[in-house]
T-cell receptor, first 115, second 113 residues
């Protein structure tokens, strides 16, 4: 079974600074997908960024980028120019490429942004 | 329409009540999901519907009964719940391409008294 580990329960960043959230995963599969979701106090889970394992290039979405290290099974999220609206709980998630595959979430990390 | 809509947003029910949660999407997604989430924890999968058929039941107690009347609608019927069932219930949907992840609704905050 796949597992996703987010070892830091909380992090804090100064507004306009850069922060990196860590995520590691364990799998024996070669084809899979990785995601970062954001859940603000409004409760809705919002997809921040996704990465296909077969792509070597790291995904980027505006101020959000990932450092995907397939051999190390690491998938960290970098938030540049942090904004107050980035404060939320962030979940790393894994999904295998097989039929009826499920999202496996990490425990999440609470990010606070200091003005 | 790129949303998953859940109603009601908040629900308080007694342990002897029967209530239903509703989830709707008009994105043409053929897979729909129910998740349960406790505070500061990740969502836990409860049920998966694929093409309107129940494909996964994660050993959920029978007091939770899912229903998928059509490809756009997903219900969760609740009966004889316990206080420990109080949680945020999230609905999600996904299209066929696995790389696109899930689209989540904003959830129903359920309190069982």
């Amino acid at each position: 079974a796949q597992t996703v580990t987010q070892s830091q329960p909380e992090m804090s960043v100064q507004e306009a600074e850069t922060v990196t959230l860590s995520c590691t995963y364990d799998t024996s599969e070669s084809d899979y997908y990785l995601f970062w979701y954001k859940q603000p106090p409004s409760r809705q889970m919002i997809l921040v960024i996704r990465q296909e394992a077969y792509k070597q290039q790291n995904a980027t979405e505006n101020r959000f980028s990932v450092n995907f290290q397939k051999a190390a099974k690491s998938f960290s999220l970098k938030i540049s120019d942090s904004q107050l609206g980035d404060a939320a709980m962030y979940f790393c998630a894994y999904r295998s490429a097989g039929a009826n595959s499920k999202l496996t979430f990490g425990k999440g990390i609470t990010l606070s942004v200091r003005p | 329409d790129t949303e998953v809509t859940q109603t009601p947003k908040h629900l308080v029910m007694g342990m002897t009540n029967k209530k239903s949660l509703k989830c709707e999407q008009h994105m043409g997604h053929r897979a729909m999901y129910w998740y349960k989430q406790k505070a500061k924890k990740p969502p836990e999968l409860m049920f998966v519907y694929s093409y309107e058929k129940l494909s996964i039941n994660e050993s959920v107690p029978s007091r939770f009964s899912p229903e998928c009347p059509n490809s756009s609608l997903l219900n969760l019927h609740l009966h004889a719940l316990q206080p420990e069932d109080s949680a945020l219930y999230l609905c999600a949907s996904s299209q066929g391409r696995l790389a696109y992840g899930y689209t989540f609704g904003s959830g129903t905050r359920l309190t069982v008294v």
